[in-house]
């Protein structure tokens, strides 16, 4: 008996010097850059392989499998021609380019969109519903299980709650003035036109109807992102043509300056695009609402205005103010909490 219960009790020790242990350890840290993404065509012809390749047809031609001009109605879950791709770059592997490496190891987590935990499931009809203005895809379909499959894939050997960089998009300075859409107009003629066209409507690949998507995605019109996305909210976008347009531009090269960057984002999210009902949902927990997302309502005490345009800086101070100040709400609420509890015991 003694014997045993010594067994029992080192084991249980044991057990808590490791979990103690792993609380203390920093995360792993993973740099995607030059690390290399795990190549599809390594897997066998099986079950798993089948399923992650059909992932990846999913995300880089999305159109042709779940878009609004599919034969089958019921499979048209996307609402424009865009596939993932199109701004997920390089098959959703660029570092820096908002890249599904690492999405295993840092799903679920919280977000504020959300004021909630959600699973990489929620994440990806996140995408469905705003940057590709569909619907959402039935959590057990086999186009649901193939998106979480191919994003498992591309995490290979990259470990749960890993620190990873190069996942996201790198921050870039925002000016400290409201964005110029005439001289965002210019760069985009320079810049962008000869690929998204002067229409913003970019280049189909066939023609419309035939689900063939495009050489060029459109920025705006009918066959986009609606205002709900991501990419329509100024620091965001500002972030991403930085940092990866015109095509072939990387985090390490940026061909625009920030005051291009932010002004031809400003341009682009200027011109009309699908609208979705019901934004006044989002982040229900509205002091951590981005200062970006240029829908109502409007908590910072700004104008509508200014969230859509800037100046930023002046709103990023006051978030971080809202921020240190809902901290301190949240710390008074536990210690009341632990006192409540003392006196109960
Ligand atoms: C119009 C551009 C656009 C398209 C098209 C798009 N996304 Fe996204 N996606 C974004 C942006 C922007 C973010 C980052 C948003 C944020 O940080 O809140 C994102 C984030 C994600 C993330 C989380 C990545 C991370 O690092 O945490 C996943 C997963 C994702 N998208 C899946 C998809 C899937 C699946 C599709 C196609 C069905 C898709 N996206 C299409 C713009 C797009
Ligand atoms: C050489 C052609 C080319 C030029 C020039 C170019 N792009 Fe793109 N752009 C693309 C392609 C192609 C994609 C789709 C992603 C991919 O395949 O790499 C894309 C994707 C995008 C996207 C995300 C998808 C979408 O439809 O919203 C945005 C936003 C964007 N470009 C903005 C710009 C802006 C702003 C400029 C000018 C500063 C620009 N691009 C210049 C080719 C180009």
Known sequence: ??????????????????????????????????RGAPQVDT?????????????????TR????????????????????????????????????????GVAATFPQ???????????EDRVNGCMERSMNGRALPPDSREMRAYVAYMSFLSRGIPVGAQVSGMGIPASKMPNRRADLAAGGKVYEEKCAACHGANGAGLRKGKA??????????????????????????????RFVKH??????????????DDEAYDVSAYMLSKPRPIKTGLEKDFPARWNKPIDAAFPPYVHGATADQHRYGPFPPLAEEARKRAAMQKSVDEARRLLDERRQQQQE
Request: a positive charge; proline letters at 7%; glycine letters at 10%.
């Open 1 to 34: 008996m003694m014997v045993k219960k010594k067994i029992l009790l080192t084991m249980a020790g044991a057990v808590i010097s490791i979990a103690a242990q792993a609380a203390d350890a920093p995360a792993g840290k993973v740099d995607l850059v030059g």
């Open 43 to 59: 897997l066998p012809d099986d079950h798993y392989g089948r399923l992650v390749r059909y992932g990846q047809e999913l995300s």
């Open 62 to 101: 999305t159109f042709a499998y779940i878009g609004p001009e599919v034969k089958q109605k019921s499979m048209r879950y996307a609402g424009n021609n865009l596939a993932c791709t199109s701004c997920h770059q390089d098959g959703a592997t660029k570092p820096y380019g908002m890249p599904w490496v």
């Open 110 to 120: 919280y977000r504020g969109r959300e004021d909630a935990v959600s699973t990489v």
């Open 209 to 238: 109807g035939d689900a063939q998507g495009y050489v060029f995605p459109p920025l705006w019109g009918p066959d986009t992102f609606n205002n709900g996305a991501g990419m329509n909210r100024l620091i965001m976008a500002t």
């Open 244 to 257: 990866n347009m015109p095509q072939g531009t990387n985090h390490a090269s940026p061909a625009l300056s």
